[in-house]
């Protein structure tokens, strides 16, 4: 069936350096994409996201990244901080009236003082 | 300010029993969404509602029920609980468009 999924489960980077968290996705008809952090013990919030006709879109030290051609998805934050340790997910919306997303199954970034 | 709310925050029950979850939310969106986390599986679609009397079943809906009698609420039911529902359970709610999706603080469920 169609799914999203991460090519790393577990990212560790020194603080101050660039991380990157890559996500595959399967389903050819999705159109939307959101980035989630996830702290130890609470719900998910929204990071960033884009749309399929979008190739790039910033926002505060985050930018996510689409290739389409290879149904390839990152997530890059800039000059990563202890605070930005956390589990990250990607998800998926196959457009039109649905508003249901499909998550991958998340990476664990540490960041190292 | 609008808020989504779950409770309990942590819940243990025993096999066979049934259990309901609350979710309510204040920002008088349509759209709301039960997942279920659990290691190695990501979130998964439980059920979801996008209106008042309008439920669908998500992905692993088997065991679990929901009813939307107003806006504001979607309480999860576990019929009779099973040691595999044991998990952490999250509310998600919408407008009617994208980028808008807000999650509760969940709730850990242990069935014993």
């Known amino acids: 069936g169609e799914s999203v999924g991460l090519h790393l489960p577990t990212l560790s980077v020194q603080e101050g350096d660039n991380s990157i968290i890559n996500c595959a996705y399967s389903?050819?008809?999705?159109?939307?994409f959101i980035w989630y952090k996830q702290e130890s013990g609470k719900g998910p919030q929204f990071i960033i996201d884009?749309?399929?006709?979008?190739d790039k879109r910033q926002g505060q030290r985050v930018t996510v990244l689409l290739n389409k051609t290879v149904k390839h998805l990152s997530l890059q934050i800039a000059a990563t901080q202890p605070g930005d340790s956390a589990v990250y997910f990607c998800?998926?919306?196959?457009?039109?009236?649905?508003?249901?997303?499909?998550f991958g199954k998340g990476t664990l970034l540490t960041v190292n003082p | 300010d609008a808020e989504i709310t779950q409770s309990p925050r942590h819940k243990i029950t025993e096999t066979g029993r049934q259990v309901t979850l609350a979710c309510h939310q204040t920002?008088?969106?349509?759209?709301m969404f039960w997942y279920r986390q659990d290691l190695g599986h990501g979130l998964r679609l439980i059920h979801y509602?996008?209106?008042?009397?309008?439920?669908n079943k998500g992905e692993v809906s088997d065991g679990y029920s929901v009813s939307r009698s107003n806006t504001e609420d979607l309480p999860l039911t576990l019929e009779s609980a099973a040691s595999s529902q044991t998990s952490v359970y999250f509310c998600?709610?919408?407008?009617?468009?994208?980028?808008?999706?807000?999650f509760g603080s969940g709730t850990r469920l242990t069935v014993v």
């Open positions: 920002w008088n969106h349509n759209n």
């Open positions: 389903n050819s008809a999705s159109d939307y």
């Open positions: 509602s996008y209106g008042v009397h309008d439920t």
């Open positions: 884009i749309r399929s006709n979008m």
């Open positions: 998600a709610s919408s407008p009617d468009f994208l980028g808008g999706y807000t």
């Open positions: 998800a998926e919306n196959s457009g039109g009236s649905n508003y249901k997303l499909t």
